[in-house]
């Protein structure tokens, strides 16, 4: 059986749970996991970030890819040695172990979707 | 390397071509892969979907899972023997083998992301 959530008005998901970062480079940064292992999906995890006004994601790389949509505000890419500047409805895949960063330009907040594949096992 | 597919005003992507539907239960709806085999997703894809104000995808069921966000619009969601009236930013997690369909209702076209695996080796 599949599953239904609802977003609220506060841009939070009925049955997802928001999760910080430690890492003080990301402040305020959120993440929700709309889809994944909870819902019996097995093939890719399907997330929403929603990064503060002037904040950013970790700038990083690793072995999984991403695929990102942006769904509000203005993002500074970074991905592998360009930058570029994105807006809403905007598409950025990102390969394994490509650099990359996602920076919450001007006064609004950055919304996205990021698809990942399923987590590896511990 | 990754890739960058910018929205335009039209409502399409920069280096994304639509495809339509031969069925005429589903005129008018349009399918824009925005991340796939075509800048080197092996894990999964993302698409989305147009539905024109008052069509619908087709009702169907097959083995691969769905991922789901709304983008705008209304949509009668039918998920197994379950109909949900859902707006943006709602989320589906459509189940293999389970029975679907998205419909827009009201004035307005329906636009959905649609995230699913690897579309199978012919």
Chains 1, 2 share one sequence.
Request: proline share 7%; with cysteine.
């Amino acid at each position: 059986m599949g599953s239904i959530h609802r977003r609220r008005a506060a841009g939070s998901w009925e049955g997802v749970a928001a999760a910080r970062y430690d890492d003080p480079a990301v402040a305020g940064v959120e993440k929700h996991e709309l889809i994944g292992p909870a819902d019996g999906a097995r093939s890719y995890r399907v997330r929403y970030f929603h990064v503060p006004a002037g904040a950013r994601t970790a700038l990083e790389r690793h072995p999984h890819d991403h695929g990102v949509v942006i769904e509000h505000g203005r993002a500074r890419v970074t991905l592998g040695d360009e930058v570029h500047e994105l807006g809403p409805g905007d598409v950025v895949y990102v390969e394994g172990d490509e650099l990359h960063c996602f920076e919450a330009v001007g006064d609004e907040p950055l919304g996205f979707i990021c698809v990942a594949p399923p987590a590896r096992r511990a």
